[in-house]
């Protein structure tokens, strides 16, 4: 178990590092972004006297490398900082969005994961049938489609025509499970329909590869039923590429979620990353793109940690 | 006609038509039948098929298989699952890769029994750790809880051998189990699976390309060709009075071979040198250990040993692929560089190396020509007609027909591969060619075609070569002299015509002992000696 707490070790500190980089890479290309948060605020009627006031006193004049110090301690401190736009302190705003992301993202998460590894794992059991193939159709579809598509007809299905749902989800304060669920079920519905397909599909090939090998046919050879060759011996050994998939798809509901937050109207974090572009909002677009950058870093450790935990060689 | 597993007429077809046609034969209670062939002959398809098991895109045609009575071609899938494991159970040719990586030992070998709910975990475990005694495996009681990375190749059979016995089978089927081992522990493994199948009295079908190695565990051989039966009769018959010209062909070739002496070695002077040579992978344990070696100019030097004894990190450093740790390589009186990017291309073409396996060493979409052409081109210079001229040469030198420039490595037999990968060294005029195990992935007949053919060339070019091979009697076929490798040091250098003679180091004695030969009873008066008593 020494070699595991090493190699996590590791891991966690090249994600720390990649962190880092992605701060200064971030910082950079706010930066580069046309326009500025005095000029936005003050509209295309201000004096040029007036915008050199407020960018004087915003502390845009001061050269980028004391800026990215400054961001990056107040980020290390926990404070990064206060909306240029709201003039309110970026983590009040990221508080009251980041819960209710994590909320979709996890419900979303709930339910995709185990409907893509039933679908891509029954597709492989039954490689080339025609049920293989119906799925393979059907995931490849989904991954076509785009999701505005998806929501657009979703709401005009269930909303307007059967009006069995709400066409935009407002969750009470205190909400029944029913209207919890009524409220979640649309927009978990299409942001299902985009990450399910990716998951399957690499399920699917991972178990496929898994059935080739030597061991699967002799698990065949000593008598196992298909159900227990496939769960108990083939699918830990594909665990690895499965959960990266998964990963890659999940990180996906973070800051992928915009097109079904703006449809549903649901306040999310991606949408308070898309407000703070058009605000020029810097302090509050930076936060957003690391706490994106880290949720994508979080999942893929631990996809890295699970595939570690799976493989007795590296478990060592 | 009335054995205890019955084959009768059997055909089974893939995608591209039948791969084993009309084959018939019995197994009578408590025998032993072997099916030899080489690649392609149908010999694991047809073993597979006593288990009514084919592969993907296979399927039983027409035939009858019957073992105890039941009839396997006419069982649905359940029937035969039950069957599977319990009553006839398979031991894979590599336990490597037959083993679950990610499952501990003493769950897969249980599993069989629990599957079929012949005992409860208890007792399975009892008897698997009876199996694990008998079958002489290290700490019996904890071999169990480490997984299939953490033991030998020898022990991995050893457990497979336990996990397919631990239902009581009655009929086992062997398919190349010990082809994957060094001599020196395939014989422990013979005289395990031999016992085994004596103590117990089930039946066994015995799979393999190896004659050696049929002759001392077979009562009765069946000879497969393209998937069709050869010949088949009692073991020493067909081994001492083959019929059919294709089992004269392989007994032929599995004969202990006279060597040929090159008698070329005219002057002493050393054309490749090493000194003091160490080598070690990253910062890994030392590989090699302080090597001494020189090759005579038109000499071969014979480098054998089991996987692991760091001949293949030989030709590695002399090729310079793997820089030594320290010591030096010297061609022709002057020290190389240690890594190929700082040596001369000069140097570079003075040095080939043939690797093991033509399927990967060759590039597949590149012709043959195009393949020899290159070599040329980059050494010589050679362009146009010169260069497909050189190329002709070089395919008439390997003995092909020169229209084989136009073909792609697909469509040649394993033996023409082998040759043109040959070629390709040849065709930049070295001083010294390595062959890193040339012969290990071909069949037998091949292989002693191909040894033929390396000691004529070697007689025709006057080549110096270092020959590197774990078969003892191929490295008396081509070389002058042999050094045998042990644990990273040479423990003994003999003219190779006299070896058994010569030998002194009791690993040089373990390892003539452990070949196997023709003769039957050869198993049974093998000295008994386990490679841990080696010393250094």
């Known amino acids: ?316 | 006609m009335s054995g205890w597993v019955e084959v009768e007429g059997l055909q089974v077809c893939g995608p591209n038509g039948p791969i084993v046609d009309q084959v018939s034969f019995q197994v009578a209670k408590g025998e032993v039948l072997a099916l030899i062939g080489e690649s392609g002959s149908g010999k694991t398809t047809i073993a597979l098929a006593l288990m009514g098991y084919v592969r993907g895109g296979c399927r039983i045609t027409s035939g009858a298989i019957r073992v105890g009575g039941r009839d396997l071609v006419a069982s649905r899938e359940r029937q035969l699952q039950a069957l599977r494991g319990a009553k006839i159970a398979y031991i894979a040719q590599s336990a490597a890769a037959a083993f679950n990586p990610s499952l501990n030992l003493m769950d897969q070998v249980v599993e069989p029994a629990l599957a079929h709910r012949l005992m409860d975990r208890a007792s399975a475990e009892a008897k698997a750790l009876d199996l694990f005694r008998a079958l002489g495996l290290p700490s019996p009681e904890t071999i169990g809880r480490r997984y299939p990375h953490q033991v030998s190749g020898g022990q991995l059979q050893r457990l497979m051998a336990a996990m397919a016995l631990i239902t009581d089978p009655e009929l086992v089927i062997l398919d190349e189990p010990t082809t994957a081992l060094d001599v020196t522990t395939q014989i422990e493994a013979l005289r395990v699976f031999k016992r085994v199948v004596r103590d117990l009295g089930v039946s066994a079908v015995y799979v393999s390309h190896d004659l050696a190695v049929v002759a001392q565990m077979a009562d009765r051989i069946v000879v497969l060709n393209n998937g069709r039966v050869r010949e088949q009769g009692a073991a020493e018959q067909v081994l001492e009075a083959p019929a059919d010209p294709y089992t004269r062909s392989l007994v032929a070739a599995a004969q202990a071979r006279r060597p040929h002496p090159s008698g070329r070695v005219e002057d002493a002077e050393a054309v490749l040198e090493l000194r003091g040579v160490s080598a070690r992978y990253g910062r890994g344990p030392e590989v090699l250990h302080d090597i001494d070696l020189a090759l005579p100019r038109g000499g071969s030097l014979g480098v054998i040993g089991e996987s692991g004894s760091g001949k293949s990190t030989l030709a590695r450093v002399v090729s310079g692929l793997l820089p030594a740790a320290s010591g030096e390589v010297r061609l022709a009186g002057r020290t190389l560089a240690p890594t190929v990017g700082k040596r001369t291309r000069e140097e570079l073409r003075r040095i080939q190396i043939v690797f093991q396996n033509a399927d990967t060493a060759l590039n597949p979409a590149h012709t043959v020509g195009r393949l020899l052409a290159r070599p040329v081109a980059l050494y010589e210079g050679l362009r146009g007609a010169a260069l497909e001229a050189r190329v002709r040469e070089l395919l008439d030198l390997i003995r092909l027909p020169a229209g084989f420039a136009n073909r792609r490595c697909g469509e040649l037999s394993g033996g023409q591969k082998q040759r043109i990968n040959l070629a390709r060294a040849l065709a930049a005029r070295p001083d010294v060619v390595l062959c890193d195990e040339v012969t290990s992935a071909l069949d037998t007949v091949v292989a002693a075609a191909m040894l033929a053919f390396l000691a004529e060339l070697r007689r025709e070019l006057g080549l110096s070569m270092i020959f590197i091979s774990h078969d003892i009697s191929a490295v008396q076929e081509v070389c002058d002299e042999v050094a045998v490798f042990y644990a990273g040091e040479i423990v003994e250098r003999a003219p190779a015509a006299d070896l058994a003679q010569a030998a002194r180091h009791p690993y040089t004695e373990l390892l003539l002992a452990s070949t196997p030969q023709l003769r039957r009873g050869w198993l049974e008066s093998a000295p008994v000696c386990a490679p841990a008593n080696i010393h250094r």
């Open chain 1, 1 to 316: 178990m020494k070699g595991v707490a090493v190699l996590v070790l590791r891991r966690i500190g090249s994600a720390a590092i990649v962190l880092l980089l992605v701060s200064a890479i971030v910082f950079t290309i706010s930066s580069l972004l046309p326009g500025d948060a005095a000029s936005e605020m003050l509209g295309q009627s201000a004096t040029p006297q007036a915008v050199a006031a407020l960018r004087a006193k915003m502390g845009l004049n001061e050269p980028a490398p004391v800026r990215y110090a400054h961001w990056l301690g107040g980020l290390l401190r926990g404070d990064p900082g206060v909306s240029l736009a709201d003039n309110l302190p970026v983590a009040t705003l990221v508080a009251s969005r980041l819960p209710k992301s994590l909320l979709l993202a996890g419900l979303t998460a709930a339910f995709a994961t185990p409907l893509a590894l039933a679908l891509g794992i029954l597709a492989a059991v039954r490689r080339d049938s025609a049920i293989d193939r119906a799925l393979s159709l059907a995931t490849l579809s989904m991954v076509a489609v785009p999701e505005f598509l998806v929501a657009t007809l979703l709401v005009l299905l269930f909303a307007v025509k059967l009006r069995w749902l709400p066409s935009i989800t407002i969750v009470p304060e205190h909400p029944s499970l029913w209207s919890f669920l009524r409220g979640y079920l649309l927009p978990v519905l299409t942001l299902t329909f985009g990450v399910v397909a990716q998951m399957a599909r690499m399920t699917r090939a991972a178990v496929i590869d898994q059935l080739r090998q030597p061991y699967a046919e002799m698990a065949r050879l000593k008598g196992l039923s298909p159900a227990r060759v496939v769960l108990v011996h083939a699918l830990p050994n594909a665990a690895g590429p499965i959960v990266n998939a998964v990963a890659l798809s999940l990180s996906y509901l973070l800051g992928g979620a915009i097109i079904v937050e703006t449809i549903f109207n649901y306040p999310g974090i991606a949408s308070l990353m898309v407000d703070a572009v058009t605000s020029r909002d810097m302090p509050l677009l930076q936060a957003c793109a690391m706490i994106f950058c880290a949720g994508y870093m979080i999942l893929v450790l631990v996809a890295d940690i699970a595939a570690i935990l799976a493989n007795p060689r590296l478990r060592g």
